[in-house]
T-cell receptor, first 110, second 115 residues
Framework: EDQVTQSPEALRLQEGESSSLNCSYT??????LFWYRQDPGKGPEFLFT???AGEEKEKERLKATLTKKESFLHITAPKPEDSATYLC???????????FGDGTTLTVKP | KAGVTQTPRYLIKTRGQQVTLSCSPI?????VSWYQQTPGQGLQFLFE???????NKGNFPGRFSGRQFSNSRSEMNVSTLELGDSALYLC??????????????FGPGTRLTVT
């Protein structure tokens, strides 16, 4: 069974304090790993897709990386508007649906 | 390009009633998935439709059903509502399977409260 574990559950940062969110996964074969951002009361917003180990993608202050067992979402010099829940999901090669982690809730204080 | 739309946005129902939620995917997207999100269970997959056919189904009772129309719009129905069905129901659209693009684009959700 595909599994996704995100850590930490919650992260509080000061504005400008860089950090990383972790997504550990177990799948028989990876078709894709996805990162989403979700603001309270809204639907998740797609951020990145990673397909193979060693791949990296960047968008503004966010950078996602992928190994064979985990993915990191690095946040550089975060701002209060980066506060949200970040969700990780995996799609296995033999699966027809993505499996989501429980998310990391990030709070950035000014 | 317009995003995924869901109606209604908020709904209050009584136990035992039934409810129908609607989803319009992004233009050109033909795959639609439905999720239930609750604070305790996170995002739980309900089902996926493509080309008017259910391709995948999650572990939910038969009270939860769905369908997709020829224009890719989708509806989900919950019959005999229970208090535990209170949740945010999310619809997500994506391009057709086999295109190599699997990311999903979510709608704003329908907040269902069962009293």
């Amino acid at each position: 069974e595909d599994q996704v574990t995100q850590s930490p559950e919650a992260l509080r940062l000061q504005e400008g304090e860089s950090s990383s969110l972790n997504c550990s996964y177990t799948v028989s074969g990876l078709r894709g790993l996805f990162w989403y951002r979700q603001d309270p009361g809204k639907g998740p917003e797609f951020l990145f897709t990673l397909y193979s180990a060693g791949e990296e993608k960047e968008k503004e202050r966010l950078k996602a990386t992928l190994t064979k067992k985990e993915s990191f979402l690095h946040i550089t010099a975060p701002k209060p508007e980066d506060s949200a829940t970040y969700l990780c999901a995996v799609l296995a090669t033999n699966a027809g649906k993505s499996t989501f982690g429980d998310g990391t809730t990030l709070t950035v204080k000014p | 390009k317009a995003g995924v739309t869901q109606t209604p946005r908020y709904l209050i129902k009584t136990r035992g009633q039934q409810v129908t939620l609607s989803c319009s995917p992004i233009s050109g997207h033909r795959s639609v998935s439905w999720y239930q999100q609750t604070p305790g269970q996170g995002l739980q997959f309900l089902f996926e439709y493509f080309s008017e056919t259910q391709r995948n189904k999650g572990n939910f009772p038969g009270r939860f059903s769905g369908r997709q129309f020829s224009n890719s719009r989708s509806e989900m129905n919950v019959s005999t509502l229970e208090l535990g069905d209170s949740a945010l129901y999310l619809c997500a659209s994506s391009l057709s399977p086999g295109t190599g693009s699997y990311e999903q684009y979510f709608g704003p959700g329908t907040r269902l409260t069962v009293t």
